[in-house]
């Protein structure tokens, strides 16, 4: 039974602020967790920095910000939503300000991981988010929170501009000053989500270390897991990846490869509530079974030998191929609540952890690929391969599940 099923009524308007409120504050917490994407160019400039160190300093806050979505989940379900996520922003904003303070490398490095903060703020936002709301509803108020991804193009379009005119330490600065007048905005216009309230008011014990992993030792969570690597991960990697396979490949200029990488997030982020309203009346395993049958053709299609691959052809499939993956990221978070509704912080965690990672992992795969084989095209044989693996398993274990005659929550078929 849903949380929300369990509390006195909420005033009408309360899940829906929490929820926009939520998105928007994600929204800038994207765009703070991505800043490197445009600032790191010009500090790899003024520093010299070779590309292995230009590769770890924009990694930096990706990897920092994967990693701690697990315990900022955690402190969620004992703490509250509304004092996690707003600390999480104030903690994010006061180290993206002392970036632009930053003189030597390794500062920036360390900086860096108090910016990977605001990327952990995705697991706040799911767990809680997600009680404001009943269980058939849970897949569009997902879908539209995560559709804050695209802060990243928020930072993609903006930061340039500012960047030229008054150089990446303003950048730093006023977006760090943003999030953290969003994170005071979140405090006072929000109310503690009900699942915290529920505690609250009955004295509930907060779980113990052990019960809030129990979950992590079902080979579902790890599954799960697998399917955002993918979904989410698989994403965020093209969005880094593309601007330097369209130069590489196509002979693109640097601008117009930006522009061809931004236009593939913005779509890529706002159709993931899309793909929660789809998983909401379709079900999130029809979605599942949906987004993978076409991204391994899309793939598939992908790693033919790019010479093969005509511009406009690339640019199509490498767009629909976004479409279903947005779509994907939202069923996957549909999920979550149906089967771990008292756990959503720390599985929800976990899974957003590995997509981050994925997001981390991937990039680097690619140029290791492109490195040992000399073909652009063989990234998109290593997510080909992610994809029919996970389609393979997702299959087998439905067909296991009704072999064994187990129940399967309604929202998740």
């Given at each position: ?6 509390v ?12 926009w ?13 991505t ?10 400039q003024e ?31 004992r703490y ?51 009680p ?17 991804n ?6 993609k379009f903006?930061a340039p ?32 989500d009900?699942?915290f ?27 799960f ?14 969005s880094?990846?593309l ?6 490949v ?6 117009t490869a ?12 706002i ?17 599942m079974y949906t ?12 790693s ?39 756990s ?5 965690g976990i ?13 680097i795969?690619?140029?290791l690929?492109k ?26 274990s ?16």
């Open positions: 039974m849903s949380v929300i099923e369990k006195p009524p909420m005033s009408a308007g309360e899940p829906a602020k929490a929820l409120i939520s998105t928007v504050a994600f929204t800038l917490c994207f765009a703070v967790w800043i490197f994407a445009i600032i790191g160019v010009r500090i790899k520093l010299n920095l070779n590309e292995a160190e230009f590769g770890l300093l924009i990694g930096t806050p990706v990897l920092t910000g994967s990693l701690v979505r697990i315990v900022l989940g955690i402190w969620t379900g509250g939503g509304r004092l996690v996520y707003t600390l999480t922003m104030l903690a994010a904003a006061v180290a993206t300000f002392l970036l632009s303070y930053a003189h030597t490398y390794t500062q920036m490095l360390i900086a860096g991981l108090g910016v990977g903060l605001a990327g952990g703020s995705f697991a706040v936002g799911v767990a809680y988010v997600s404001f709301f009943p269980a058939e509803k849970q897949g569009t108020a997902l879908g539209i929170f995560g559709a804050g695209v802060g990243a193009a928020v930072t903006a501009f500012v960047l030229l005119a008054w150089g990446w330490q303003a950048v730093a600065e006023i977006w760090a000053v943003c999030l953290a007048l969003m994170a005071i905005v979140f405090w006072f216009t929000t109310t503690d009900p699942a309230r529920l505690r609250r008011e009955r004295g509930i014990a907060s779980k113990s270390l052990a019960q809030e992993f129990a979950p992590l030792q079902n080979v579902q969570v790890w599954r897991s697998l399917y955002y690597f993918f979904a989410f991960g698989g994403f965020v990697a093209l880094l990846w601007p330097r396979y369209l130069v590489g196509y002979g693109f200029n640097l601008e930006g522009m061809v990488a931004a236009a593939y997030s913005i779509p890529g982020s159709f993931r509530a899309f793909g929660g309203v789809l998983s909401d009346k379709k079900g999130a395993r029809s979605v987004m993978f049958t076409v991204s391994a053709v899309a793939t598939l299609i992908l033919l030998p790019a010479a093969t691959i005509t511009p406009v052809i690339f640019i199509v499939v490498i767009f629909v191929l976004g479409f279903f993956m947005s779509l994907g990221k939202a069923a996957v978070y549909k999920h979550i609540p149906a089967y771990y509704p008292e959503v912080g720390a599985v929800g899974v957003g952890m590995m997509g981050g990672l994925g997001g981390f992992i991937l990039p795969a690619f140029g690929l490195d040992m084989t000399g073909l652009w095209s063989s990234c998109f044989l290593l997510l080909f391969a992610i994809v029919a693996i996970s389609l393979v398993w997702m299959h087998l439905v067909k296991q599940l009704s072999r064994q005659g187990h129940s399967t929550p309604v929202a998740a078929t």
